[in-house]
């Protein structure tokens, strides 16, 4: 058991394009794992739905190299989790292919070891069969039905894979869907230190230097995890964490600001004291951890249709003096031509619009709609939005006699479309499964590179 482990953390993103100045102070200090989370849900379901990484390919190379080389270079291991923004097999797939290149090119040797976190609907079915699932707050009980509507599944894995890959000599670990703590953690608890101050470290620790009082330099914070506290303090010496940026960090994204839930544990952090070491650093003391039932969140995405969507600018004003009135008539007739013409009814698309500005503000001169279409297939799609903007553009207001144009738009054409042709997902699953076994939902393969 090592009294003291130090782990660093490049970014909050890997390709956000971290400060290479700030990295070289950061290997300065000897760190014993170099890390980098690769996902989020922030950006919505499409990623995980498509198995597409948001982050360009040339950026994520560039980060993933400086990362592997140095790492390889001075025998620190490298771990990236949630690969290619959603962590489903694709996403590892792309992020595995750069790592084998920047090998190739550089000519390093180390053994790689790939995590996959996708889980299929026959497994959602076999846990689901056995009770095993359980909805988190706000959603609702799992069937075979709702099953059957995933496009994509992952499970989002604690520590424990990462740490099996270090056992078996892993040097660089690309893994899928992993909580952002877990990435962290892993070293630490390999080490004999699975308590709070770990996973508390790894909290404030999964955005990079998001947690400092001002991120003059994006990139590389680092924690000194110990049995009985853990430090913080970014790496470029001109940066500073301060107790209330510590504490701001702590609470992020957290439904509970005093527990938060890892697999197979809670982080007590209502007692947690933050005390400034220096200037520049702050240590941490009075967090508490409990093991629990190990369970994994599950994460899916269900494929809703094709999307399009229109932006125009309204700046008359008697538009604006009756905005609500006119767009339930913009709706009301583009359905009506929508039915007439391409003989689709409401079931047949979903259609909504949405204001930026307030027109009853008598200091208001324009105000913003986005009119929004989701349909069945992709020549739907831009039939319906194609009415849609047609007839926001001259349906027929009061106070106005004849003809009239009452809206901008500044693209041609009008409408647009989202990636992939407008392919759009939703959220199906925010749930977890109780598991015997920390490896179960994942399947780890080697590269000797």
């Known amino acids: 058991m090592k009294k003291e482990v130090c782990v660093l953390a490049v970014a909050g993103m890997l390709g956000s394009s971290f400060d290479e100045k700030s990295y070289q102070y950061a290997l300065e200090k000897h760190p014993d794992m170099i890390g980098c989370d690769s996902g989020t849900c922030d950006s919505g379901p499409f990623y995980l739905g498509e198995g597409k990484p948001r982050m360009n390919r040339k950026a994520a190379k560039r980060d993933l190299e400086l990362m592997i080389r140095e790492g ?20 590892v797939d792309w992020m595995i292919d750069i790592v084998k290149e920047i090998a190739a090119e550089d000519k390093l040797h180390f053994k790689l070891a790939e995590i996959k976190t996708e889980l299929t609907k026959e497994q959602l079915k076999g846990y689901l069969a056995k009770g095993r699932i359980r909805p988190l707050d706000g959603w609702e009980n799992l069937n075979d039905k709702k099953i059957d509507e995933i496009s994509r599944c992952v ?44 996973w508390h470290a790894g909290k404030v620790l999964e955005c990079g230097t998001l947690a400092s009082v001002f991120e003059k330099y994006h990139g590389s914070m680092m924690a000194w995890v110990r049995e009985d506290s853990m430090s913080i ?37 209502k007692d947690a004291v933050y005390e400034a070491e220096n200037d520049r650093r702050v240590k941490v003391t009075g967090s508490t951890m409990e093991k629990t039932p190990y369970t994994v969140k599950i994460e899916g ?29 913009v709706e009301k007739a583009a359905r009506a031509k929508i039915q007439k013409g391409m003989q689709l009814g409401k079931d047949d698309y979903r259609f909504r619009y949405l204001v930026y ?49 009452q809206t901008a738009f500044p693209f041609s054409p009008p409408s647009l479309m989202t990636m992939e042709n407008g392919k759009t997902y939703s959220f199906c699953l925010n749930h977890v499964i109780q598991i015997d076994d920390p490896l179960e939902t994942c399947r780890i393969k080697y590269y000797d590179l």
Request: aromatic share 6%; proline share 7%.
């Open 155 to 198: 499970s989002v894995i604690g520590a424990e894979p990462m740490i099996e890959a270090l056992n078996q000599g892993a040097d660089v670990i690309i893994a899928g869907r992993a909580t952002d703590t877990s990435i962290y953690s892993a070293v630490p608890i390999r080490e004999g230190l699975d308590n709070a101050f770990a």
């Open 72 to 91: 390889v270079a001075r025998k620190i291991p490298v771990i990236v989790g949630s690969a290619g923004t959603a962590g489903a097999d694709p996403n």
């Open 357 to 405: 500005g307030n027109p009853k503000d008598a200091n208001t001169e324009t105000v913003g709609v986005i009119f929004d279409i989701l349909a069945k297939t992709p020549q739907d799609a831009d039939g319906v939005i194609s009415n849609v903007w047609h007839t926001a553009l001259h349906v027929p207001i009061h106070d106005w006699e004849g003809a009239q144009s």
């Open 233 to 269: 303090e970014p790496a470029h010496p001109e940066m500073a964490v301060s107790p209330v940026s510590v504490v701001s960090h702590t609470l992020y994204e957290n439904s509970d600001p005093f527990h938060l839930v890892e697999p197979g544990r809670v982080l007590d952090i």
């Open 301 to 329: 995405a269900k494929f809703e249709g094709y999307r399009r969507v229109a932006v125009a600018g309204v700046r008359d004003p008697l538009v604006l003096k009756q905005m609500d009135s006119w767009l339930e008539e």
